[in-house]
């Protein structure tokens, strides 16, 4: 056996354990004794000042969550081991699931030393995978409104009784909500990929406006909770429950647009359950109450929630996966600000027999030096969690795989691409062969030769492009951020099974800017 293969039984057989914790046996009060043990470790640190910067709040809530919902409901009662055991696991699997789908993909190289310890390093070079790390973080409103005076006023208040129910005055909700509101369009404009309009439809009556709207307050609600009971030391004094129809009814006065039958539809899309994301799934189904955590409302992937949330259900993704595709018509429309290029879009691919054997998505040339540029372009949801970037990274291969196909065939006069009349002919160009994603970069080899991944959010930032086989060129070899200069390569360790100690590199991004600019020739 391997090293990689023994470490993947290990990472295997913990997981197996944390199934075995005796937190599963315990009743529905589980999962509030969960995240309140979270909230109060959270409140705890901040009241120090404490920092940790690896700990992701709401991935570790997102966990556990995932794990109780995996779980029947028990009979056994709930004790305060059982609680810190689940949550000290939990921490352990932020660092462990990563390591798994690195193991998965191959991402690692495993060594072994000393009969336990387990050495694991990078086997890519990872500079696109740091480069979406710092377009990422660049994906950040310059500024977001701080709370105004009266609402600091009135939580400070608050914050004399710590039981104090929640009731806002409407004066100072509908100030925290017109705050959450700007903060929800800030972030959506900032990605580069145009975001949804207002009226995408969704399905059921909803639509992306409306879903923003009804999100908007659940922060405003989630931020005023916070703030009122900042300073609690009781746990779950952050938290803010209601019944649904009380929860419906609040959203009826914050929401003035949103007729009461949409509010309960998008109440329960955002409502977690079996296989859904706390990260989309917002609301929380708590013993007959609806739980809403602070932690987590955050408003930095609206687009992604509001998509995710509709494509839950398998027989309504269609038509939203259809029009998920009309927005890689982007990648046209940027391709045409080229000077002197000519675009050509959707290109049918068919056999000697007239037969459709596929499409070349998008197709650019340059007349002048007769080089183009073929991309077969995807467009899935924006990944938000680990399982999501692991699936949109097999979107890639698999496109790389698609696209490979029908290169051999028009290489091989197999087949003919109907390209536009006054083109000169396939076999006369000198073409290059990429897959195009809306965000997602890959450090891993394609399986395919001599063929690129790139994503439009990384194009849209090399700045002016003066000619195609300018751009080709940076395609082929992309700027990507400078190790030691723009991010450094550290450790971390991770005890396992008692006996085991598991040493990963990991990448860290450096507090400096970074951007993927063409680099400039030199006159």
Same mark, same amino acid.
């Given at each position: 056996?391997?090293?990689?293969?023994?470490?993947?039984?290990?990472?295997?057989?913990?997981?197996?354990?944390?199934?075995?914790?005796?937190? %599963?046996?315990?009743?529905?009060?589980?999962?509030?004794?969960? $995240?309140?043990?979270?909230?109060?470790?959270?409140? +705890?640190?901040?009241?120090?000042? &404490?920092?940790?910067?690896?700990?992701?709040?709401?991935?570790?809530?997102?966990?556990?969550?995932?794990?109780?919902?995996?779980?029947?409901? =028990?009979?056994?009662?709930?004790?305060?081991?059982?609680?810190?055991?689940?949550?000290?696991?939990?921490?352990?699997?932020?660092?462990?699931?990563?390591?798994?789908?690195?193991?998965?993909?191959? &991402?690692?190289?495993?060594? *072994?030393?000393?009969?336990? *310890?387990?050495?694991?390093?990078?086997?890519?070079?990872?500079?696109?995978?740091?480069?979406?790390?710092?377009?990422?973080?660049?994906?950040?409103?310059?500024?977001?409104?701080?709370?105004?005076?009266?609402?600091?006023? %009135?939580?400070?208040?608050?914050?004399?009784?710590?039981?104090?129910?929640?009731?806002?005055?409407?004066?100072?909700?509908?100030?925290?909500?017109?705050?959450?509101?700007?903060?929800?369009? @800030?972030?959506?404009?900032?990605?580069?990929?145009?975001?949804?309009?207002?009226?995408?439809?969704?399905?059921?009556?909803?639509?992306?406006?409306?879903?923003?709207?009804?999100?908007?307050?659940?922060?405003?609600?989630?931020?005023?909770?916070?703030?009122?009971?900042?300073?609690?030391?009781?746990?779950?004094?952050?938290?803010?429950?209601?019944?649904?129809?009380?929860?419906?009814?609040?959203?009826?006065?914050?929401?003035?647009?949103?007729?009461?039958?949409? @509010?309960?539809?998008?109440?329960?899309?955002?409502?977690? +359950?079996?296989?859904?994301?706390?990260?989309?799934?917002?609301?929380?189904?708590?013993? =007959?109450?609806?739980?809403?955590?602070?932690?987590?409302?955050?408003?930095?992937?609206?687009?992604?929630?509001?998509?995710?949330? &509709?494509?839950?259900?398998?027989?309504?993704?269609?038509?939203?996966?259809?029009?998920?595709?009309?927005?890689?018509?982007?990648?046209?429309?940027?391709?045409?600000?080229?000077?002197? $290029?000519?675009? @050509?879009? =959707?290109?049918?691919?068919?056999?000697? !027999?007239?037969?459709?054997?596929?499409?070349?998505?998008?197709?650019?040339?340059?007349?002048?030096?007769?080089? +183009?540029?073929?991309?077969?372009?995807? %467009?899935? $949801?924006?990944?938000?969690?680990?399982?999501?970037?692991?699936?949109?990274?097999?979107?890639?291969?698999?496109?790389?795989?698609?696209?490979?196909?029908?290169?051999?065939?028009?290489?091989?006069?197999?087949?003919?691409?109907?390209?536009?009349?006054?083109?000169?002919?396939?076999?006369?160009?000198?073409?290059?062969?990429?897959?195009?994603?809306?965000?997602?970069?890959?450090?891993?080899?394609?399986?395919?030769?001599?063929?690129?991944? !790139?994503?439009?959010?990384?194009?849209?930032?090399?700045?002016?492009?003066?000619?195609?086989?300018?751009?080709?060129?940076?395609?082929?070899?992309?700027?990507?951020?400078?190790?030691?200069?723009?991010?450094?390569? +550290?450790?971390?360790?991770?005890?396992?099974?008692?006996?085991?100690?598991?040493?990963?590199?990991?990448?860290?991004?450096?507090?400096?800017?970074?951007?993927?600019?063409?680099?400039?020739?030199?006159?």
């Amino acid at each position: 056996m391997t090293p990689e293969q023994e470490l993947k039984e290990l990472v295997s057989d913990w997981r197996e354990q944390v199934d075995r914790l005796p937190i %599963w046996s315990a009743g529905e009060e589980r999962l509030h004794a969960l $995240i309140s043990r979270v909230l109060s470790i959270k409140a +705890g640190t901040a009241r120090i000042g &404490a920092t940790f910067p690896e700990l992701s709040w709401d991935a570790l809530v997102d966990i556990l969550m995932s794990w109780h919902f995996k779980h029947p409901i =028990g009979t056994s009662p709930c004790r305060e081991k059982d609680i810190s055991d689940a949550v000290r696991a939990a921490m352990t699997a932020m660092r462990l699931e990563p390591l798994a789908a690195a193991l998965h993909a191959g &991402a690692y190289r495993v060594r *072994k030393t000393g009969g336990a *310890k387990f050495r694991v390093s990078f086997k890519w070079n990872m500079g696109l995978e740091v480069a979406d790390m710092h377009l990422e973080r660049q994906a950040t409103p310059a500024h977001l409104e701080e709370p105004t005076e009266r609402e600091l006023q %009135w939580a400070s208040e608050q914050a004399r009784n710590k039981f104090n129910p929640f009731l806002p005055p409407d004066d100072v909700i509908s100030a925290t909500m017109e705050r959450t509101r700007r903060a929800v369009q @800030a972030w959506r404009a900032v990605h580069q990929d145009p975001p949804l309009s207002d009226d995408t439809d969704l399905g059921e009556g909803l639509n992306v406006g409306t879903m923003a709207e009804v999100l908007a307050a659940l922060m405003a609600t989630a931020e005023l909770g916070e703030m009122a009971h900042s300073t609690a030391r009781t746990r779950g004094a952050t938290l803010h429950h209601s019944t649904e129809e009380a929860l419906i009814e609040w959203l009826g006065r914050l929401c003035a647009n949103v007729p009461q039958a949409l @509010a309960v539809k998008a109440i329960q899309r955002l409502m977690a +359950g079996p296989g859904k994301s706390l990260r989309t799934s917002l609301l929380i189904p708590n013993s =007959g109450l609806v739980t809403v955590l602070p932690l987590v409302m955050f408003p930095r992937a609206i687009d992604a929630i509001v998509l995710r949330t &509709a494509a839950s259900d398998p027989a309504r993704y269609g038509p939203i996966g259809k029009r998920q595709g009309q927005r890689a018509k982007v990648w046209g429309d940027w391709l045409r600000t080229i000077p002197g $290029i000519k675009v @050509a879009e =959707g290109a049918k691919v068919r056999t000697l !027999t007239g037969q459709v054997a596929g499409d070349l998505d998008v197709v650019a040339l340059d007349p002048a030096s007769r080089k +183009g540029l073929i991309l077969e372009i995807k %467009w899935p $949801i924006d990944a938000l969690t680990l399982a999501e970037t692991a699936k949109t990274n097999q979107i890639i291969m698999l496109a790389s795989t698609q696209l490979g196909k029908l290169r051999r065939e028009l290489t091989a006069d197999a087949v003919q691409a109907k390209l536009p009349p006054d083109w000169p002919a396939f076999n006369e160009i000198d073409w290059t062969w990429g897959v195009g994603m809306p965000q997602q970069l890959t450090s891993q080899p394609l399986p395919e030769p001599e063929m690129f991944a !790139t994503s439009f959010r990384y194009v849209s930032h090399l700045g002016p492009i003066n000619s195609l086989p300018e751009l080709v060129s940076v395609l082929k070899n992309p700027v990507v951020p400078e190790l030691n200069k723009h991010y450094t390569i +550290g450790n971390i360790t991770i005890p396992l099974h008692e006996r085991y100690s598991v040493r990963i590199e990991r990448l860290e991004c450096v507090e400096v800017d970074w951007s993927p600019t063409m680099p400039t020739t030199p006159s």
